[in-house]
Structures are given as C-alpha cells and as structure tokens.
C-alpha cells in the first residue's frame, strides 16, 4: 500500500503561485512508479496535470499547463511549482501514483492522496 499527502493549496490571486507538494509513505517508489498530479474542477471531469516518474528524468505536462507549472521529485516527494495562475486553474489537487511509467488517464493511477484545494480570484 502507498499512502499519499498533498498540501500547499490555498487561495491566491490571478497571477500568482503556488506550489503543492506530495509526501508518499509505505511501499513507495521501485523503478517503474510514477507519479501525478490530477484536478478536478467545480462541475468538471478529473483530468490529467503533470506526472514525473521514479527517477525524475521524465516529465509530461497537460497542454493548459505547459510553460506554468513544473514539477519535481525528492525522494519520496514531489512538487508542483504553479505559476501565471488563472482562474480556470481553480480546482481541487490531487496526487496519485501508480506502479508503472507516465500515463495519463485517472483511471490507470492506483493510490489517490485526499487533494487541497486551489482557488485562484480574478
């Protein structure tokens, strides 16, 4: 089992940033984990934000996000560094990992984290 902690949310202004991070515990990354960071917004679908896997040499990032958010690994925890944030990035943040490389579907991701939420005002 593997046990996920997101924290960092809050709210924050139109162009500003955040940085939300994950801390795992239990059986946690062997060579072929990955892990995530999905959101859901008011009213929409779970969907898809950056992943990285175990060794933190390869990342994927959603195209909304692309050029704003980075994400990076220590040890057993990762970040998501948000910048430039805009409204529609309000949603609720969650992390996730899954025993195997970078795939983007929710459903494919095994260990969820309880998510923080991020408000951004315009």
């Known amino acids: 089992q593997v046990q996920l902690e997101e924290s960092g949310g809050g709210l924050v202004q139109a162009g500003g940033s955040l940085r939300l991070s994950c801390v795992a515990s239990g059986r946690t990354f062997n060579q072929y984990s990955s892990m995530a960071w999905f959101r859901q917004g008011p009213g929409k679908e779970r969907e898809f934000v950056s992943a990285?896997?175990?060794?933190?040499?390869h990342t994927e990032f959603a195209d909304s996000v692309k050029g704003r958010f980075t994400i990076s690994k220590d040890n057993a925890m990762i970040h998501l560094q948000m910048n430039s944030l805009e409204p529609d990035d309000t949603a609720v943040y969650y992390c996730a990992s899954r025993p195997g490389p970078i795939i983007t579907p929710a459903r494919e991701y095994d260990y969820w984290g309880q998510g923080t939420q991020v408000t951004v005002s315009s």
């Open positions: 990285i896997n175990w060794n933190g040499i």
